[in-house]
């Protein structure tokens, strides 16, 4: 079924037409709070959240990128749950290593990725939420800059400026380990 | 601007600006290089397959309006139960519902009437004595125990789900 069907019958209460799209989006919605918050289970509540609030409010979507409704709505339940985290100040950083793609996976390298990877989660979690949010948006889940403007509800001037920063920090903390460069 | 140019986002005056500065800037070239290096580390994170299906089920989101609503309810009838009975208690305790008024009143007209020969037997005040000159007792004693009985059995059940709220609350933020 289309995904425009599938919106229009989950609008009319159909639980199963929006299970499909959950099944369709859940990974891109877990990582996407997986990267925000650096913890394994406050993402799993983050994107169950996201999806129960999408659920309650799909009949407010009118129209558009649906990925970036869902993604303003996992947003918005990420910022709750740093929230909650920052309340916890002992909750650490979760032990779910952070991947990278690799075309020679000789046992050197994958340790060199190991580290390389937990390097650019510490990086990605030193960053402020919103230059987080940018960079996340469109180097890892690979959105458009208009797409970012609407997941954000930032100009794109703005989404412009977070991504200049956030990645200008990033470079800046993986300068330092610059051996870990391949 | 850097980083928009990596991403084709200048426009093409802005672009042409940038690669003709680029020709005769080194630590510009040399800060490219560095943040495309970046920017492609990023490219190589792999997404992480969710740990579970995040299909909502059937009727997992109606459970805790539901539950928000009966707490309400309960808070509110225990509320008004506990009022009540405190009504009660403060007319019970200004002999509000014994009719005092009323009964002297009789009692005079009674007097009265006996000095009279018992002319005139009708009462026509029928506040709270009836016509046929029976007075109306109220049950405050009853009314009292049976009040009393239903603000503790509502007291409790509104305490006993008061603290499963609140253990499922600090269990939803323990995980």
């Known amino acids: 079924m289309e995904e425009d069907e599938l919106i229009q019958r989950a609008k009319e209460g159909d639980l199963d037409c929006f299970n499909q799209l959950v099944e369709r989006y859940q990974r891109e919605v877990y990582n996407l709070s997986l990267r925000m918050l650096s913890n394994a289970s406050a993402a799993e509540d983050a994107t169950q959240d996201a999806f129960f609030s999408a659920f309650r409010g799909i009949g407010k979507f009118r129209g558009g990128s649906f990925r970036a409704w869902l993604f303003r709505i996992a947003a918005n339940s990420c910022r709750d749950q740093l929230r909650s985290l920052r309340r916890r100040p002992t909750t650490s950083m979760d032990d779910l290593p952070l991947e990278l793609e690799s075309d020679q996976p000789s046992p050197e390298d994958f340790a060199m990725h190991r580290e390389l990877g937990e390097e650019i989660k510490r990086a990605l979690a030193a960053l402020p939420p919103d230059q987080r949010l940018a960079v996340i948006l469109r180097d890892i889940e690979g959105l458009d800059y208009e797409e970012i403007s609407q997941v954000t509800g930032s100009s794109l001037g703005t989404v412009k400026s977070r991504i200049n920063r956030g990645r200008a920090r990033l470079r800046h903390h993986l300068e330092q380990r610059r051996e870990l460069f391949p | ?175």
């Open chain 2, 1 to 175: 601007m850097l980083s928009p140019y990596i991403d084709g986002q200048l426009g093409p005056s802005d672009r042409e600006g940038m690669e003709s500065h680029l020709e005769g800037c080194q630590a510009c070239r040399r800060e490219l290089k560095s943040l495309r290096a970046t920017v492609n580390l990023l490219h190589r994170v792999t997404m992480v397959s969710p740990p579970r299906s995040f299909a909502i089920a059937k009727a997992a989101p109606k459970p805790l309006p539901a539950a928000v609503w009966s707490f309400g309810v309960l808070r509110v009838t225990t509320a008004v139960a506990a009022l009540l009975l405190v009504f009660i208690f403060a007319g019970d305790a200004t002999h509000l519902f014994e009719g005092g008024l009323i009964e002297e009143r009789t009692a005079q007209q009674d007097t009265l009437m006996d000095g009279e020969d018992g002319e005139d037997g009708e009462v026509s005040d029928t506040g709270g004595v009836p016509a046929g000159g029976e007075e109306y007792v109220w049950p405050v004693s009853e009314l009292e125990l049976a009040l009393l009985g239903v603000v503790v059995v509502l007291g409790g059940a509104t305490a006993v789900l008061w603290q499963r709220r609140r253990r499922g609350g600090e269990r939803a933020s323990k995980s």
